[in-house]
């Protein structure tokens, strides 16, 4: 085996999180490793929402956009023959990360970032700086891209 035997590869199925993928897939195929692909349904985003019989909704839309990001890094792991092992768990995106990682032995993690400054990264908080501050397993961060090329990020 190589040095890696695990890498936890979190996604929210966004566009630019496929360059991080690319890069956990790279390491997988080099170190005869599996991907765990995540999706981690933010309860905390929706708490406050009024529980009524829009809620069904509501979650099975997120449900069916979190199996999506999964099967989305099958598909990209699948042109290498890189096996992949998929889960969606609800709680708190970094929180959640980091337990998954040290519950399944990941050896490392690899995950997108925005990598926002300044007040944006204030209001809305970094996963991935969580993440790398919570985990006892290593972070790999891979900056994708909100703006069109040639954009400033």
């Known amino acids: 085996m190589g040095m890696y035997e695990r890498i936890l590869?979190?996604?929210d199925g966004s566009e630019g999180v496929e360059r991080a993928i690319g890069h956990a897939v790279d390491l997988a195929d080099a170190h005869g490793a599996t991907i765990h692909a995540i999706y981690v349904v933010n309860t905390a985003s929706y708490a406050?929402?009024?529980?009524?019989?829009?809620?069904?909704?509501?979650?099975?839309?997120?449900?069916?956009?979190?199996?999506?990001?999964?099967?989305?890094?099958?598909?990209?792991?699948?042109?290498?023959?890189?096996?992949?092992?998929?889960?969606?768990?609800?709680?708190?995106?970094?929180r959640?990360?980091?337990?998954?990682?040290?519950?399944?032995?990941?050896?490392?993690i690899v995950m997108g970032t925005h990598g926002r400054g300044g007040i944006d990264r204030l209001l809305?908080?970094?996963?991935?700086?969580?993440?790398?501050?919570?985990?006892?397993?290593?972070?790999?961060?891979?900056?994708?891209?909100d703006e069109a090329p040639g954009q400033p990020a």
């Open 9 to 11: 590869v979190p996604t």
């Open 96 to 108: 959640e990360i980091v337990n998954y990682a040290e519950r399944e032995g990941c050896d490392l």
């Open 48 to 94: 406050g929402l009024p529980m009524e019989s829009s809620w069904d909704g509501i979650d099975e839309m997120l449900r069916a956009d979190a199996k999506a990001a999964v099967e989305e890094v099958r598909r990209i792991a699948a042109k290498r023959d890189v096996p992949v092992e998929g889960a969606v768990v609800e709680g708190s995106p970094s």
């Open 124 to 145: 809305l908080g970094s996963v991935a700086e969580k993440v790398v501050r919570g985990s006892n397993v290593p972070v790999l961060t891979v900056h994708v891209a």
